[in-house]
């Protein structure tokens, strides 16, 4: 099944003015981690934003879950997108981290019992069991970011859109949060998750990368065929992974690289 089916979608802030997003199609399937790329302005988070329904389309079809966005689906289909954006601040109702990551929750009319172990579980699982109690106002953006992402996995999105969500944390939270959601999709494999970023080697990992320039989709596909091309990258503002550069060049030595997916794993390739 298709997750998210986009048909030529266009929209802009002004009226009369370029289109942001510009004619803009493609499918996402679902349970496959896809990953949107371009540079600064390309059209990205407007995207997102017109995804869920915050913003309204000009012209074109948005498909989530093989239902039309439309003022009559829009409830309905917002219950099964969760989205974290790139400023937690934004993000934050609660008085407390345990109320923030109850909030949701809480308005799905969840048990207190049932609603209490899920805000465990998943304030354990984003490391951050111990703020419970604590103000969001008072924690670091890296903290808040963790718990803006607690809430929105503890109510079980069929679709998880993230833009630039982990921009804001330090390197180990970025590999943790990922390692996170990528747990949450083996538990769940029917997650499909959206990921805006500039991290390339996460692109690099995803199961398709989308490429915006300019309100445009001038690439879609998988990493491999999209980061095959160095030049091409060079012009999306991109730079070449380091882990791709790394197996081009043990191809060329004759290892097999088929199965590596990690720095780790090319490392432990050449050492064996
Ligand atoms: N609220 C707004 N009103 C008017 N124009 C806007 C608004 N938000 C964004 N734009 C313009 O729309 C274009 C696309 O912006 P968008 O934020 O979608 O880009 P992006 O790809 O997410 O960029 P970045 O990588 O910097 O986050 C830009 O030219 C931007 O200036
Ligand atoms: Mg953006």
């Known amino acids: 099944m298709k ?87 934004n993000q934050f109702i609660g008085a407390t981290v345990e109320d923030d990551i109850a909030f ?18 998943f304030s354990e699982k984003v490391g951050m069991s111990s703020f419970l109690k604590s103000e969001p106002s008072n924690l670091s953006g890296g903290q808040k970011q963790r718990v803006a992402i607690a809430g929105v996995l503890a109510l079980n999105p069929k679709i998880l859109i993230m833009d630039e969500a982990t921009s804001m944390l330090d390197p180990k939270g970025k590999v943790e949060t990922l390692q996170l959601i990528n747990e949450i999709r083996k538990e769940n494999p029917s997650l499909t998750v959206v990921s805006i970023t500039h991290d390339i080697e996460e692109a690099y990992l995803s199961d398709q990368v989308i490429v915006l320039k300019d309100g445009k989709v001038i690439a879609s596909g998988k990493p491999e065929e999209i980061f095959k091309d160095e030049k091409s990258l060079e012009e999306m503002h991109l730079t070449v992974p380091f882990l791709y550069k790394v197996k081009n060049r043990m191809k060329e030595l004759g290892y097999d690289v088929k199965n590596i997916n990690s720095l780790e794993e090319a490392v432990d390739e050449l050492c064996r």
């Open 104 to 121: 949701g929750l809480e308005n799905r009319q969840v048990g207190r019992e049932e609603m209490r172990d899920i805000v465990k579980s």
């Open 3 to 89: 997750s998210i089916s986009v048909k030529h979608l266009s929209y802009s802030y002004v009226r009369e003015s370029e289109d942001v997003v510009n004619d803009v199609s493609f499918d996402i399937e679902e349970g496959t981690y896809v990953t949107i790329v371009g540079p600064n302005g390309s059209g990205k988070s407007t995207l997102a934003r017109l995804l869920i329904g915050l913003l309204k389309k000009n012209s074109g079809d948005i498909f989530i879950l093989d239902k039309e966005l439309n003022k009559e689906n829009i409830n309905s289909i917002r219950k099964d997108v969760g989205i974290i954006f790139q400023n937690p601040d």
